[in-house]
Protein backbone atom coordinates (compact mmCIF):
# COMPACT_ATOMS: atom_id res chain seq x y z
CA UNK A 1 0.00 0.00 0.00
CA UNK A 2 1.41 3.39 -1.03
CA UNK A 3 2.23 5.40 1.72
CA UNK A 4 -0.22 8.41 2.96
CA UNK A 5 0.09 11.73 2.16
CA UNK A 6 1.51 13.66 5.14
CA UNK A 7 0.79 16.80 4.12
CA UNK A 8 -2.25 17.46 2.17
CA UNK A 9 -3.26 20.39 0.29
CA UNK A 10 -6.29 19.98 0.09
CA UNK A 11 -9.41 18.35 2.06
CA UNK A 12 -12.82 16.99 0.81
CA UNK A 13 -15.03 16.82 3.82
CA UNK A 14 -18.53 15.19 3.07
CA UNK A 15 -20.85 14.24 5.17
CA UNK A 16 -22.35 10.57 4.89
CA UNK A 17 -25.80 9.80 6.03
CA UNK A 18 -27.80 7.33 3.45
CA UNK A 19 -25.74 7.20 0.69
CA UNK A 20 -23.28 4.33 1.52
CA UNK A 21 -23.56 3.60 -3.04
CA UNK A 22 -22.18 6.30 -4.23
CA UNK A 23 -19.39 6.74 -2.06
CA UNK A 24 -17.18 4.79 -3.70
CA UNK A 25 -17.97 6.87 -6.98
CA UNK A 26 -17.12 9.70 -4.90
CA UNK A 27 -13.61 9.19 -3.54
CA UNK A 28 -12.80 7.96 -7.48
CA UNK A 29 -14.15 11.08 -9.25
CA UNK A 30 -12.24 12.90 -6.71
CA UNK A 31 -8.91 11.16 -7.42
CA UNK A 32 -9.27 11.78 -10.76
CA UNK A 33 -10.58 15.35 -10.78
CA UNK A 34 -6.70 16.10 -9.45
CA UNK A 35 -4.86 13.31 -10.84
CA UNK A 36 -1.12 13.63 -9.45
CA UNK A 37 -1.56 17.82 -8.80
CA UNK A 38 -2.70 17.93 -5.51
CA UNK A 39 -1.76 16.59 -2.26
CA UNK A 40 -5.19 15.21 -1.00
CA UNK A 41 -7.21 13.56 1.82
CA UNK A 42 -10.94 12.92 1.65
CA UNK A 43 -12.70 12.82 5.15
CA UNK A 44 -15.61 10.92 4.67
CA UNK A 45 -17.86 12.00 8.25
CA UNK A 46 -20.52 9.12 9.09
CA UNK A 47 -23.57 10.83 10.42
CA UNK A 48 -25.32 8.21 11.91
CA UNK A 49 -25.88 6.91 8.70
CA UNK A 50 -29.19 3.57 9.01
CA UNK A 51 -27.00 1.63 6.11
CA UNK A 52 -23.68 0.00 5.68
CA UNK A 53 -22.48 3.04 5.27
CA UNK A 54 -19.49 3.03 7.88
CA UNK A 55 -18.93 -0.48 6.52
CA UNK A 56 -18.07 0.89 3.22
CA UNK A 57 -15.71 3.83 4.59
CA UNK A 58 -13.43 1.41 5.99
CA UNK A 59 -13.26 -0.38 2.85
CA UNK A 60 -11.83 2.85 1.09
CA UNK A 61 -10.01 3.64 3.70
CA UNK A 62 -7.73 0.19 3.60
CA UNK A 63 -7.96 1.09 -0.26
CA UNK A 64 -7.44 4.84 -1.04
CA UNK A 65 -4.32 6.02 1.81
CA UNK A 66 -6.55 9.41 0.86
CA UNK A 67 -9.67 8.31 2.55
CA UNK A 68 -10.32 9.22 6.27
CA UNK A 69 -13.10 7.93 8.02
CA UNK A 70 -15.06 9.77 11.24
CA UNK A 71 -17.68 7.51 12.92
CA UNK A 72 -19.73 9.75 14.84
CA UNK A 73 -21.27 8.23 17.67
CA UNK A 74 -24.68 8.76 16.79
CA UNK A 75 -26.71 11.30 14.34
CA UNK A 76 -25.94 14.83 15.10
CA UNK A 77 -27.20 16.51 11.92
CA UNK A 78 -25.38 17.66 8.93
CA UNK A 79 -24.23 20.70 9.89
CA UNK A 80 -22.49 18.74 13.08
CA UNK A 81 -20.98 16.09 10.89
CA UNK A 82 -19.57 19.16 8.39
CA UNK A 83 -17.39 20.67 11.38
CA UNK A 84 -16.18 17.51 12.82
CA UNK A 85 -14.64 17.31 9.65
CA UNK A 86 -13.40 20.33 9.53
CA UNK A 87 -11.61 20.45 12.88
CA UNK A 88 -9.83 17.14 11.58
CA UNK A 89 -9.30 18.56 8.54
CA UNK A 90 -5.65 19.45 7.78
CA UNK A 91 -5.37 21.33 4.20
CA UNK A 92 -4.87 24.92 3.17
CA UNK A 93 -8.18 24.82 1.27
CA UNK A 94 -11.02 22.64 2.67
CA UNK A 95 -14.05 21.92 0.01
CA UNK A 96 -17.42 20.81 2.10
CA UNK A 97 -19.34 18.83 -0.37
CA UNK A 98 -22.26 16.63 0.04
CA UNK A 99 -21.92 13.03 -0.55
CA UNK A 100 -24.61 12.23 -2.89
CA UNK A 101 -22.65 13.61 -6.12
CA UNK A 102 -25.56 16.17 -6.85
CA UNK A 103 -21.82 18.18 -5.91
CA UNK A 104 -19.69 17.06 -8.75
CA UNK A 105 -15.95 16.32 -7.56
CA UNK A 106 -15.29 17.66 -11.71
CA UNK A 107 -16.12 21.47 -10.67
CA UNK A 108 -13.47 21.21 -7.76
CA UNK A 109 -10.58 22.31 -9.68
CA UNK A 110 -12.26 25.50 -10.78
CA UNK A 111 -13.41 26.58 -7.63
CA UNK A 112 -9.75 26.16 -5.76
CA UNK A 113 -8.41 28.06 -8.37
CA UNK A 114 -10.13 30.79 -7.87
CA UNK A 115 -9.69 30.36 -3.95
CA UNK A 116 -5.89 30.58 -4.71
CA UNK A 117 -5.97 33.77 -6.24
CA UNK A 118 -7.14 35.07 -3.62
CA UNK A 119 -10.35 34.86 -2.03
CA UNK A 120 -11.31 33.09 1.06
CA UNK A 121 -14.73 31.76 0.21
CA UNK A 122 -15.65 30.46 -3.27
CA UNK A 123 -19.11 29.63 -3.09
CA UNK A 124 -20.71 26.94 -5.84
CA UNK A 125 -23.81 28.09 -7.27
CA UNK A 126 -25.70 25.58 -8.34
CA UNK A 127 -26.85 27.23 -11.49
CA UNK A 128 -29.81 24.84 -12.98
CA UNK A 129 -31.26 23.09 -9.29
CA UNK A 130 -31.78 19.12 -10.28
CA UNK A 131 -34.08 18.84 -7.32
CA UNK A 132 -37.95 18.55 -7.28
CA UNK A 133 -40.11 21.42 -7.41
CA UNK A 134 -41.07 20.84 -3.89
CA UNK A 135 -37.80 20.52 -2.52
CA UNK A 136 -36.93 24.03 -4.65
CA UNK A 137 -39.86 25.49 -3.15
CA UNK A 138 -39.16 24.72 0.33
CA UNK A 139 -35.41 25.49 0.10
CA UNK A 140 -36.67 28.63 -1.87
CA UNK A 141 -38.89 29.94 1.01
CA UNK A 142 -36.48 28.68 3.78
CA UNK A 143 -33.11 31.25 2.48
CA UNK A 144 -36.10 34.02 1.92
CA UNK A 145 -36.99 33.56 5.67
CA UNK A 146 -33.43 33.55 6.95
CA UNK A 147 -32.09 36.12 4.97
CA UNK A 148 -35.77 38.38 6.79
CA UNK A 149 -34.59 37.38 9.89
CA UNK A 150 -31.07 37.73 10.09
CA UNK A 151 -30.65 40.74 7.49
CA UNK A 152 -28.17 38.89 5.45
CA UNK A 153 -28.89 38.54 1.91
CA UNK A 154 -29.00 34.31 1.09
CA UNK A 155 -28.90 33.08 -2.28
CA UNK A 156 -31.33 29.51 -2.60
CA UNK A 157 -29.08 28.36 -5.07
CA UNK A 158 -25.97 28.44 -2.50
CA UNK A 159 -25.65 25.54 -0.08
CA UNK A 160 -22.53 24.11 1.37
CA UNK A 161 -20.89 23.07 -1.53
CA UNK A 162 -17.66 25.61 -2.16
CA UNK A 163 -13.82 25.81 -0.94
CA UNK A 164 -13.04 27.51 1.83
CA UNK A 165 -9.22 29.05 3.01
CA UNK A 166 -8.12 27.58 6.52
CA UNK A 167 -8.67 31.47 7.67
CA UNK A 168 -12.37 30.92 7.54
CA UNK A 169 -12.04 27.13 9.20
CA UNK A 170 -10.18 28.30 11.75
CA UNK A 171 -12.94 31.12 12.16
CA UNK A 172 -15.63 28.53 11.96
CA UNK A 173 -14.23 26.49 14.87
CA UNK A 174 -13.50 28.91 17.00
CA UNK A 175 -17.37 29.41 17.66
CA UNK A 176 -18.86 27.71 20.34
CA UNK A 177 -22.68 27.33 19.84
CA UNK A 178 -24.51 24.44 19.91
CA UNK A 179 -26.99 24.99 16.85
CA UNK A 180 -24.79 25.47 13.67
CA UNK A 181 -25.69 26.45 10.50
CA UNK A 182 -22.71 26.09 8.14
CA UNK A 183 -23.80 28.75 5.22
CA UNK A 184 -24.65 31.01 7.68
CA UNK A 185 -22.06 31.26 9.81
CA UNK A 186 -19.43 31.04 7.10
CA UNK A 187 -21.73 34.18 5.50
CA UNK A 188 -21.44 35.66 9.20
CA UNK A 189 -17.45 36.24 9.38
CA UNK A 190 -17.85 38.83 6.70
CA UNK A 191 -14.71 37.64 4.61
CA UNK A 192 -14.29 38.31 1.11
CA UNK A 193 -16.44 35.58 -1.12
CA UNK A 194 -17.38 34.68 -4.83
CA UNK A 195 -19.81 32.58 -6.20
CA UNK A 196 -19.20 30.27 -9.38
CA UNK A 197 -21.63 29.04 -10.99
CA UNK A 198 -21.41 24.93 -11.60
CA UNK A 199 -23.42 22.44 -12.84
CA UNK A 200 -25.85 20.45 -10.81
CA UNK A 201 -26.35 16.81 -11.31
CA UNK A 202 -29.62 14.76 -10.26
CA UNK A 203 -29.64 12.62 -7.44
CA UNK A 204 -28.48 9.35 -8.15
CA UNK A 205 -28.38 7.42 -4.28
CA UNK A 206 -31.04 7.71 -1.48
CA UNK A 207 -32.77 9.96 -0.71
CA UNK A 208 -32.60 13.59 0.76
CA UNK A 209 -32.51 13.10 4.77
CA UNK A 210 -34.64 16.54 5.65
CA UNK A 211 -38.02 15.83 6.32
CA UNK A 212 -40.51 18.77 6.52
CA UNK A 213 -40.30 17.92 10.63
CA UNK A 214 -36.56 18.31 10.27
CA UNK A 215 -36.39 20.99 8.02
CA UNK A 216 -38.74 23.35 10.50
CA UNK A 217 -36.87 21.96 13.41
CA UNK A 218 -33.52 23.42 12.06
CA UNK A 219 -35.18 26.61 10.48
CA UNK A 220 -36.60 27.08 14.08
CA UNK A 221 -32.86 26.28 15.45
CA UNK A 222 -31.47 28.67 13.09
CA UNK A 223 -33.64 31.50 14.08
CA UNK A 224 -33.38 31.70 17.95
CA UNK A 225 -28.96 31.17 17.21
CA UNK A 226 -28.67 34.05 14.57
CA UNK A 227 -31.55 36.36 14.82
CA UNK A 228 -32.96 38.58 17.94
CA UNK A 229 -36.51 39.45 15.56
CA UNK A 230 -38.77 37.41 17.31
CA UNK A 231 -38.21 39.31 20.43
CA UNK A 232 -38.40 42.42 18.67
CA UNK A 233 -41.92 41.11 17.01
CA UNK A 234 -43.12 40.34 20.51
CA UNK A 235 -41.82 43.94 21.94
CA UNK A 236 -43.89 45.64 18.76
CA UNK A 237 -46.74 43.33 19.22
CA UNK A 238 -47.16 43.66 23.08
CA UNK A 239 -47.01 47.75 21.87
CA UNK A 240 -49.57 47.32 19.47
CA UNK A 241 -51.82 45.50 21.70
CA UNK A 242 -51.09 48.69 24.73
CA UNK A 243 -51.98 50.84 21.99
CA UNK A 244 -55.36 49.16 20.73
CA UNK A 245 -56.37 48.65 24.49
CA UNK A 246 -55.72 52.64 25.08
CA UNK A 247 -57.34 53.50 22.15
CA UNK A 248 -60.40 51.28 23.74
CA UNK A 249 -60.32 53.20 27.39
CA UNK A 250 -60.65 56.32 25.80
CA UNK A 251 -63.22 55.63 23.41
CA UNK A 252 -65.11 53.93 26.57
CA UNK A 253 -64.65 57.27 28.43
CA UNK A 254 -65.73 59.55 25.26
CA UNK A 255 -68.91 57.54 25.60
CA UNK A 256 -69.30 57.89 29.40
CA UNK A 257 -68.73 61.65 29.03
CA UNK A 258 -71.85 61.79 26.01
CA UNK A 259 -73.71 59.83 27.86
CA UNK A 260 -74.41 57.10 25.58
CA UNK A 261 -73.36 54.59 27.71
CA UNK A 262 -74.73 51.05 27.27
CA UNK A 263 -74.86 47.50 28.53
CA UNK A 264 -71.23 45.73 28.25
CA UNK A 265 -71.66 42.47 26.58
CA UNK A 266 -70.37 39.58 27.53
CA UNK A 267 -69.53 38.07 24.38
CA UNK A 268 -67.25 40.86 24.13
CA UNK A 269 -65.30 40.85 27.30
CA UNK A 270 -64.52 37.12 27.15
CA UNK A 271 -63.29 37.60 23.49
CA UNK A 272 -61.01 40.15 24.56
CA UNK A 273 -59.76 38.31 27.64
CA UNK A 274 -58.99 35.34 25.78
CA UNK A 275 -57.07 37.66 23.04
CA UNK A 276 -55.05 39.12 25.16
CA UNK A 277 -53.84 35.79 27.11
CA UNK A 278 -53.24 34.24 24.11
CA UNK A 279 -51.63 37.40 22.84
CA UNK A 280 -49.09 37.12 26.69
CA UNK A 281 -48.63 32.72 26.35
CA UNK A 282 -47.62 33.33 22.98
CA UNK A 283 -45.21 36.22 24.10
CA UNK A 284 -43.99 34.17 27.25
CA UNK A 285 -43.49 31.12 24.78
CA UNK A 286 -40.96 33.01 22.25
CA UNK A 287 -38.94 34.34 25.40
CA UNK A 288 -38.63 30.83 26.82
CA UNK A 289 -37.58 29.30 23.79
CA UNK A 290 -34.51 32.16 23.83
CA UNK A 291 -33.86 30.81 27.51
CA UNK A 292 -34.02 27.37 26.35
CA UNK A 293 -31.75 28.41 23.67
CA UNK A 294 -29.16 30.21 26.30
CA UNK A 295 -29.43 27.64 28.43
CA UNK A 296 -28.09 24.61 26.33
CA UNK A 297 -25.27 26.72 25.18
CA UNK A 298 -24.50 27.06 28.66
CA UNK A 299 -23.87 23.45 29.37
CA UNK A 300 -21.02 24.05 26.43
CA UNK A 301 -21.32 20.21 25.48
CA UNK A 302 -19.70 19.45 22.58
CA UNK A 303 -21.59 19.54 19.51
CA UNK A 304 -20.73 16.15 18.02
CA UNK A 305 -18.93 13.05 19.80
CA UNK A 306 -16.08 11.30 16.91
CA UNK A 307 -16.93 7.73 18.03
CA UNK A 308 -13.57 5.83 15.14
CA UNK A 309 -11.46 7.58 12.85
CA UNK A 310 -9.87 5.74 9.76
CA UNK A 311 -6.52 6.87 8.67
CA UNK A 312 -5.57 8.78 11.05
CA UNK A 313 -3.07 11.36 11.07
CA UNK A 314 0.64 9.89 12.09
CA UNK A 315 3.07 11.17 14.85
CA UNK A 316 5.04 14.22 13.16
CA UNK A 317 2.72 14.55 10.19
CA UNK A 318 1.90 18.65 9.00
Given at each position: MPEPFRQPTLSIVSPVYGCAGCLEELVERSKRAFAASEHLEILLVDDGSPDDAWQRIDELARLHPEVRGLRLSRNF???AAIYAGL???????????DCDLQDQPEEIPALLARARAGTDVIHAQRSARRDGIGKRLSSWCFYRVLAWLTGVPQDHRVANFGVYSRRVVELLLSMPESDRCFPLMVRWTGLPSESV???HAARGHGRSAYSLRKAARLALGVALSHSDKP????VKAGMAVSLFAFGVVLAAVYFWASGRTGVAGYTS??????LLCGILMFCVGVVGMYVG??????????????EREL???QPGDA
Open positions: GQHEHARGAHVVVMPVALRLVIIASIWQVFKDGKRRPAFVVNPP
